[in-house]
């Protein structure tokens, strides 16, 4: 089972009594950035681009928990930056946990064996690390931007693990991912013992230093999530909604929930969504209030909605459609029971694709760009 019982139970008393009361814009998780500095400079990340003045900056706990308490979110993911250098994480996650929050600490693992070794957490069923792991070793750590974090990373799950901690992983892919190799990813994180595991394409940030990675086209995302979800394996655990994963495989149709995840952070209550800043508000309520949702959005024709697939505008259409009736619940029940989705085409095209060109930097090559690695590094250049 990839999430307990307790939380499926939590989060899906919470959505019905949503429903019933006709609440259309509620909270389902809370992503909560106490702050925005990492230790990590991700090619693909628009998060750590500020000045410095702002880096240094940080929510206080009682921030947090206000936050936390004003939304009423059944799940508190805390992404970053990264988390673990926060100097008052600890307080951050007590609390939360404290209010019977079922917290996703989001972190790319680098510090998360030293935490441990200090005892700075304790194992919860409403605590989990949720550790960024974006490929096989040679595709994570040139999406991060720096050898030797797999390794690292993996160490630090191998040791949650042992000590009773829920882990996860959250993996982002980009234009050019194999689909082959992403599945030999699911292998090894089932391998490390993962609770379960969370996909979903890249968002072109513009403040983002790699903007050729992204994938952008809709079609193309979804027959690349064909590939990759159809003929499952059946150790495979996702912690996702499954409906979901049928969205990113082309198999449904949804429109983006952008209040479903909202996010708080230094700034406030970030407009509309985790991806776009397009202001901010003071409270939860004057965020409802004051944010013209219809602009956003595919079916708004805004532009920056319209290849975006992202599991935070996303995955809250899914969960709210599984409690929106009878049809909802056998289309969950099915896709939870039946997980295989066997296709012999989607077969087809992964032996086609293993044919091809492969490894994090094939696709840039294919665009006519000429990269260099240079001690533990990659130089990207215009051909």
């Known amino acids: 089972m990839p999430v307990p019982v307790s939380q499926m139970w939590t989060v899906a008393s919470y959505v019905v009594k949503q429903k019933l009361r006709g609440n259309r814009h509620y909270a389902l998780t809370l992503m909560l950035e106490p702050l925005f500095r990492c230790n990590l400079a991700c090619a693909g990340c628009g998060k750590i681009q500020y000045p410095a003045h702002i880096l240094k900056r940080q929510l206080t706990p009682e921030q947090c928990f206000r936050a936390a308490d004003e939304c009423g979110a059944p799940v508190v993911a805390i992404p970053g ?20 929050k079922y917290v996703y600490v ?7 064996k030293q935490r441990l070794e200090e005892g700075l957490f304790k194992p919860s069923k409403y605590l989990s690390f949720s550790v960024h792991m974006d490929g096989l070793e040679e595709h994570h750590d040139f999406a991060v931007c720096r050898e030797g974090t797999y390794k690292v990373a993996a160490e630090a799950i191998r040791m949650a693990v042992n000590m009773g901690f ?23 994180m089932m391998g490390l013992g ?17 903007q050729k990675s992204f994938m952008t086209e809709r079609t193309r995302t979804t027959d690349f999530f064909k590939m990759v979800l159809s003929n499952r394996k059946k150790q495979w655990r996702f912690n996702m909604s499954p409906l979901f994963l049928e969205y990113l495989m082309g198999k449904r149709h949804y429109e983006c929930k952008p209040w479903g995840m909202p996010t708080y952070n230094i700034f406030g209550w970030q407009k509309p969504c985790y991806l776009l800043q397009d202001g901010y508000a003071d ?5 409802l209030d004051t944010t013209d949702w219809d602009r956003y959005g595919r079916a708004s024709g805004n532009k920056a909605c ?7 505008g996303h995955e809250p259409s ?6 929106s009736g009878l049809g909802g619940l056998w289309a969950a029940a099915k896709a939870t029971l039946f997980p295989r989705y066997t296709d012999a085409k989607a077969r087809a095209d992964l032996a086609e694709a293993a044919t091809r060109p492969h490894g994090p930097m094939a696709h840039l090559v294919q665009l006519g760009i000429n990269v260099e690695r240079k001690s533990g590094s990659e130089t990207v250049e215009a051909a």
């Open 81 to 100: 930056g990264e988390p673990m250098l926060h100097p008052q994480i600890k307080e951050i996650v007590e609390g939360l946990v404290a209010r019977r």
């Open 106 to 112: 989001c972190t790319n693992a680098l510090l998360l």
């Open 166 to 188: 829920r882990v996860t992983t959250n993996t982002t892919l980009f234009e050019g991912a194999d689909p082959n190799a992403v599945r030999e990813f699911f292998d090894e």
């Open 194 to 210: 993962v609770e379960g595991m969370m996909v979903s394409p890249g968002y072109a940030y513009p403040k983002a230093p790699d």
């Open 283 to 287: 409270s939860w309520q004057e965020l």
């Open 306 to 312: 319209q290849q975006c697939m992202v599991h935070c």
């Open 318 to 323: 899914a969960v709210d459609h599984t409690f």
